[in-house]
């Protein structure tokens, strides 16, 4: 995988993640602001049944069902501890280019582990069907 893609490191950056909060349902007097959301790591990933999906770029955890005082960095750390971009005591722009390679190939094993859990569903859905249609023929069905 290569590590100085662009794209793939655009959400590092502040500026991006909040970009992504067009729309976001929570805007002033809450805690969840796009502001909030953004600094503790959050892009908006809506659905159309849910405006208020919120995935961490790093970890790829999503939450949803935000309340107005919810705080986004407290969220995030209490959903997802091994997250190490929410527990960096450094900003992006403080890291030495050895501290960052390091948190990509962090971010990279989350990015892995998703991609595998994700196929691994479909595989599971896929034999669920399979062995249905195997019964259904076995016992002379269509
Ligand atoms: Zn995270």
Redesign the pocket.
Do not use: N
């Given at each position: 995988m290569d590590a100085c893609n662009e794209e793939d490191i655009k959400m590092y950056f502040y500026e991006n993640r909040l970009k992504t909060f067009e729309g976001w349902p929570f805007d002033e007097g809450c805690s969840c602001t796009p502001e909030n959301m953004a600094k503790a790591?959050f892009i908006h990933t809506p659905s159309e049944n849910s405006p208020d999906i919120a995935m961490?770029f790093?970890?790829l955890?999503e939450l949803e069902g935000w309340e107005p005082e919810d705080d986004p960095e407290k969220e995030?750390k209490s959903h997802?501890p091994a997250?190490n971009?929410?527990t960096l005591k450094k900003t992006v722009t403080e890291l030495t280019v050895e501290e960052f390679f390091k948190l990509q190939k962090e971010r990279h094993k989350f990015i892995i582990k998703k991609s595998c859990n994700e196929a691994l569903t479909k595989l599971e859905e896929a034999a669920k069907l399979r062995r249905g249609d195997i019964i259904k023929t076995a016992m002379g069905e269509e």
């Open positions: 790591g961490c790093f970890c955890k995030h997802a997250c971009f929410i």
